[in-house]
Each structure stands twice: as C-alpha cells, then as structure tokens.
C-alpha cells in the first residue's frame, strides 16, 4: 500500500513536471524547471492525483459532470492552500491570477479551476486505471527499492529547497533593511543562488526586483541630498560659508 503511494504520488508529480516545464518554456520562450523543488517534481500534481484516487469511492455511481464538479472543487482547494502557504510561510507569491477573471486574492482562478477538472477526469477515466496496470507489471521487490529511493531523495529535495525559500527570504530582508549601500556586481553574486526560482516565477522576481529598486531610490535620493549639502556649506555666497568656522 505504501509502496504504491510513494510511486503513484511520483509518477504523477513528474508528469506535471513535464507538462509545466512544456507550458513555461513555450511562454517564456526558454527552457524553465519549473517548481520550487530542484527536481522533476511538481507535488502539486501528486497530492492531487493522490487525492482523487482516495475520493474514488465517491465517484463509482455519479456521471461524469459531478465527478468534474469534484475534481474542479478538489484542485481548487488544493490550489488555493498551496498559494496560501508559500505566502504565510515564505512571504512570496510563486503564482499571481489578480489579471486573472473570476480570481480570488490571485491564488486561485475559475479558468485554471475548470482547467483542472478536465484533467482530473482524464486522469480518473482513462490515465490512471492504465498507469495502475502498468506499474502491477512491475515486481514487488523492485517496486519496493524504487519506492525508497524516490522517498529519500523527495525528503531531500524538500528539505533542500525549504532551505533555499528561507535563504531568500532573508536575503530579501537583509538587502532591503541592512545596507544602506550595495554594488551591483555583489548584488547579482549574492542573488546567483535563486536565480532559477526567480526566473520560473516571474511574480518572485518582480517582487525581489521591486523592494531592490526602492532601495537604490532611497540610496539615490540620499546622495542626492548629501551632494546639496556640500554645494551649500562650500558655496562662499551662501550661509554655511566654510570661512564662517574660523
């Protein structure tokens, strides 16, 4: 059982890796890994598949328009914790459907929602029960190795990337509040370590970039106030004559 939790929960988790990374690459015209995680994983897609597979039960005897009405409730919620969490945990926003019709608080939209029915009830009525037949083929003991491995390195690549979310959480923080001057070129440096997370979320770099832009505003306007200030103490004509302190 657990076993085939692991490979279900994986096997679909990828498949949305690689639908993803097809919809972003061809968007953004370049390759993009999408997803916090290093990996080809996409859990998003993983719990969902989980999700519908466990709600099954529900489904046996209802046609195929509530079971979409299930799957686009299901994905909704699902949807909608994941944006919820990433913002109260990580205080960044991986997806935004504010320019998005029928959205709410831009984590979920009504047309990514329907989206998602439809591909719930392909993978209910047609991928799915194939997939599960395929992996039956499988032996048990190879199964079962497959299933710790994916296990370990899921477990680590969460971890890793949890690290690298509160990395930049700080780095954010620390460039924004601490320095009151930066370099460009120790700032790019600095920020080598996200640059696939900011370039896969554009809503992330464009809130990276934004509290940075206001720091150098604030930086530009107080160099600007200094240099009045010297133009004014050494201007001989003026009150703050540099003769006055003799």
Request: net charge positive.
């Amino acid at each position: 059982m657990l076993t085939n939790f692991v490979l279900t929960f994986s096997i679909y988790a990828f498949a949305g890796w690689v639908m993803e990374t097809i919809y972003r690459s061809i968007t953004q015209r370049r390759l993009v890994n999408p997803g916090f995680l290093a990996g080809p994983f996409l859990p998003i897609y993983g719990f969902f598949s989980i999700m519908v597979i466990w709600t099954s039960g529900l489904l046996g005897n209802v046609n195929w328009l509530w079971q979409f009405a299930w799957f686009v409730f299901l994905s909704t919620l699902l949807e909608y914790f994941a944006g919820w969490y990433f913002e109260r945990f990580f205080h960044l926003q991986l997806w935004d459907y504010h320019s998005v019709p029928f959205n709410l608080h831009g984590r979920i939209a009504l047309p990514f929602s329907l989206l998602w029915g439809v591909l719930g009830l392909l993978f209910y009525q047609i991928v799915n029960p194939a997939v599960q037949v395929q992996m039956q083929l499988i032996p048990s003991p190879v199964r079962a190795i497959f299933a710790v491995i994916l296990t370990a390195y899921v477990i680590w690549d969460l971890i890793h990337s949890t690290l690298l979310l509160r990395r930049l959480e700080h780095f954010v923080s620390v460039f924004q509040e601490r320095y009151e001057r930066l370099e460009l070129p120790t700032f790019y440096i600095a920020c080598s370590p996200f640059y696939r997370l900011l370039h896969t979320y554009p809503k992330m770099r464009h809130t990276v970039h934004e509290k940075m832009a206001l720091l150098y505003a604030k930086q530009e306007a107080l160099e600007h106030f200094l240099k009045q200030q010297r133009k004014k103490f050494y201007n001989p004509d003026g009150e703050n004559d540099s003769h006055s302190l003799d």
